[in-house]
């Protein structure tokens, strides 16, 4: 809890939080709704309410409308929704959650007012404005920003003596307007009885038939009530329209991210390519080379290295690991094990200590105990591997029987020999071996060898439709059984019988 929450609880003294995050996105193009795409692990609208969260509000209100299931699904249980109906402008939605939360009996004196498409903006921010806002006794403090282009962004007119004298619009803003680069950034806090009378007084007499939230401002000027700007930083401020600035957000933030996590220990080669989500969790000494992506929960370990070129996605890297060309989804990888280059591990691995997955190895749902080794082109499913195991090189677990997956076991010290097919479920016993070639149907006992039996092909004929009844393999196999024999290539033809 920050220090000004503090000292506002201390006082009494409470806000409630609107977020207005009910338009469209056509500009986006997508049938997402515009808060709900994704930058650094979460949705635009997520972003947000996390910077909030902090400030404690007495209560969040969030205004939905397009895709408001969707939108509402998303939402944590500390944001109340509100359905605006008819998409009727910023002051209209604005309305329709204060007095939502007016009728829940919860509405205190201070109402601090956000877009849904801000992800950059920080609690600092958030803190100075409204400490900006107490401080003045304003009865609306705006967050502005200058802003190199400000095309699209509603202008900040101020009078001969700096002072806020009212918001316009850009399609209703003349030329010279036009030309002011303090922008209104749709950030303020308004004290909440003025507030409510002011958006009861609202008109939609403008290009875009809307009531428009910032045209309280002229009024509270009008009327000589004091409304105090408070600079801030545009690329913090900046709204997200289209796929441009949602690309142009989404690096501000990596590079956001990337900084903070430099600044507590941890190595990265090359920013530019490197991307990191806001839940990732990086201890001290860790390293991450070019084109590396973590996502998700993951987390990595004191003097791991990563890449070049992994990406991880909800894995926890251990202490002194070391990940090279490899995508990890739901693993887990022990104290100084070595993954790759060229590895998959799909959810459910579990990569013991010191233990080894080699070049082209997939490993799903497995465990591989600690020093054991999968070092090169092999599949590894459905499998309990113990210590210090050796697999040999394109060995495959033959884990699916067309209906179930089925398990196998390993016990520790086992070395299994190359191109081996362990045909689950079997176990094999600690400390045996198989030779090279070994198709294994049948448990090995401890310190025994399994080798290739080297006897004839056996065929059963009417197998699949005997023993899978129902599947798509029996529905195929009866099928063929009713088509006519094909031609045997292998006898001569007539001209051949000629020419003999």
Same mark, same amino acid.
């Given at each position: 809890?920050?220090?000004?929450?503090?000292?506002?609880?201390?006082?009494?003294w409470? %806000? @409630?939080?609107?977020?207005?995050?009910?338009?469209?996105?056509?500009?986006?193009?997508?049938?997402?709704?515009?808060?709900?795409?994704?930058?650094?692990?979460?949705?635009?609208?997520?972003?947000?309410?996390?910077?909030?969260?902090?400030?404690?509000?007495?209560?969040?209100?969030?205004?939905?409308?397009?895709?408001?299931?969707?939108?509402?699904?998303? %939402?944590?249980?500390?944001?109340?929704?509100?359905?605006?109906?008819?998409?009727?402008?910023? /002051?209209?939605?604005?309305?329709?959650?204060?007095? @939502?939360?007016?009728?829940?009996?919860?509405?205190?004196?201070?109402? *601090?007012?956000?877009?849904?498409?801000t992800?950059?903006?920080?609690?600092a921010? %958030?803190?100075?404005?409204?400490?900006?806002?107490?401080?003045? #006794?304003?009865?609306?403090?705006?967050?502005?920003?200058?802003?190199?282009?400000?095309?699209?962004?509603?202008?900040?007119?101020?009078?001969?003596?700096?002072?806020?004298?009212?918001?316009?619009?850009?399609?209703d803003?003349?030329?010279?307007?036009?030309a002011?680069?303090?922008?209104?950034?749709?950030?303020?806090?308004?004290?909440?009885?003025?507030?409510?009378?002011?958006?009861?007084?609202?008109?939609?007499?403008?290009?875009?038939?809307?009531?428009?939230?910032?045209d309280?401002?002229?009024? &509270?000027?009008?009327?000589g009530?004091?409304?105090v700007?408070?600079?801030?930083?545009i690329?913090?401020?900046?709204?997200?329209?289209d796929?441009?600035? *949602?690309?142009?957000?989404?690096?501000?933030?990596?590079?956001?991210?990337?900084? #903070?996590?430099?600044?507590? /220990?941890?190595?990265?080669?090359?920013?530019?390519?490197?991307?990191?989500?806001?839940g990732?969790?990086?201890?001290?000494?860790?390293? %991450?080379?070019p084109?590396?992506?973590?996502?998700?929960?993951?987390?990595?370990?004191? $003097?791991?290295?990563?890449?070049?070129?992994?990406?991880?996605?909800d894995t926890?890297?251990?202490?002194?690991?070391?990940?090279?060309?490899?995508?990890?989804?739901?693993?887990v990888?022990?104290?100084?094990?070595s993954?790759?280059? &060229?590895?998959y591990?799909?959810?459910g691995?579990?990569?013991?200590r010191?233990?080894?997955?080699?070049?082209?190895?997939?490993?799903?749902?497995?465990?591989?105990?600690?020093?054991?080794?999968?070092?090169?082109?092999?599949?590894? $499913?459905?499998?309990?591997?113990?210590?210090?195991?050796?697999?040999?090189a394109?060995t495959?677990?033959?884990n699916?029987?067309?209906?179930?997956?089925?398990?196998?076991?390993?016990?520790?010290?086992?070395?299994t020999?190359?191109?081996?097919?362990?045909?689950?479920?079997?176990?094999?016993?600690?400390?045996?071996?198989?030779?090279?070639?070994?198709?294994?149907?049948?448990?090995?006992?401890p310190?025994?060898? @399994?080798?290739? /039996?080297?006897?004839p092909?056996?065929?059963?004929?009417?197998?699949?439709?005997?023993?899978?009844? $129902?599947?798509?393999?029996?529905?195929?196999?009866?099928?063929?059984?009713?088509?006519?024999?094909?031609?045997?290539?292998?006898?001569?033809?007539?001209?051949a019988?000629r020419?003999?």
């Amino acid at each position: 809890m920050s220090d000004a929450v503090s000292d506002a609880e201390a006082t009494g003294w409470r %806000l @409630a939080v609107v977020v207005l995050a009910a338009g469209a996105g056509t500009r986006m193009r997508s049938d997402t709704p515009k808060v709900l795409h994704p930058i650094g692990g979460r949705s635009l609208l997520a972003h947000v309410l996390d910077a909030v969260a902090p400030l404690e509000p007495a209560e969040t209100a969030v205004v939905v409308g397009h895709g408001r299931d969707a939108v509402i699904a998303t %939402l944590p249980d500390s944001a109340r929704p509100v359905v605006q109906q008819e998409r009727r402008g910023t /002051g209209h939605a604005a309305r329709l959650a204060v007095e @939502a939360i007016a009728a829940r009996g919860n509405l205190p004196g201070t109402v *601090l007012v956000i877009f849904g498409d801000t992800p950059l903006l920080t609690t600092a921010t %958030l803190e100075r404005l409204v400490a900006a806002h107490r401080r003045t #006794g304003a009865t609306a403090t705006l967050l502005t920003a200058e802003a190199p282009d400000p095309t699209g962004y509603g202008r900040i007119i101020r009078d001969e003596h700096g002072a806020v004298r009212r918001v316009v619009e850009q399609r209703d803003a003349s030329e010279t307007e036009r030309a002011v680069r303090e922008i209104n950034t749709g950030v303020a806090a308004f004290e909440t009885d003025a507030l409510r009378d002011g958006l009861k007084r609202l008109r939609s007499d403008n290009a875009a038939g809307e009531e428009y939230l910032p045209d309280v401002v002229a009024a &509270f000027v009008a009327e000589g009530r004091l409304v105090v700007p408070v600079v801030g930083d545009i690329a913090e401020t900046a709204g997200v329209n289209d796929r441009v600035q *949602l690309a142009a957000a989404a690096a501000a933030l990596r590079d956001r991210i990337l900084t #903070g996590w430099m600044r507590s /220990g941890v190595s990265v080669a090359d920013p530019a390519t490197t991307w990191v989500d806001v839940g990732v969790v990086i201890s001290p000494d860790a390293v %991450l080379l070019p084109n590396v992506q973590l996502h998700g929960s993951t987390s990595i370990g004191t $003097g791991a290295l990563l890449g070049p070129d992994c990406t991880l996605i909800d894995t926890m890297v251990g202490a002194r690991a070391v990940v090279c060309r490899a995508h990890c989804e739901g693993a887990v990888i022990g104290e100084s094990a070595s993954v790759g280059p &060229f590895a998959y591990l799909r959810p459910g691995a579990r990569i013991g200590r010191g233990a080894k997955v080699g070049a082209y190895v997939e490993v799903k749902a497995a465990e591989l105990g600690d020093h054991s080794k999968v070092p090169h082109l092999s599949y590894v $499913g459905d499998a309990t591997i113990g210590a210090d195991v050796n697999i040999g090189a394109g060995t495959i677990f033959a884990n699916y029987d067309g209906v179930e997956k089925n398990r196998s076991t390993v016990g520790d010290g086992a070395k299994t020999g190359a191109h081996n097919t362990f045909v689950a479920p079997v176990n094999i016993g600690a400390g045996a071996y198989t030779g090279g070639g070994t198709v294994v149907r049948h448990d090995v006992p401890p310190g025994a060898l @399994a080798v290739p /039996g080297g006897g004839p092909q056996r065929t059963i004929e009417g197998w699949t439709e005997r023993k899978r009844p $129902g599947t798509r393999s029996a529905a195929a196999a009866a099928e063929a059984a009713t088509q006519p024999e094909p031609p045997d290539d292998h006898q001569p033809t007539e001209s051949a019988e000629r020419e003999r």
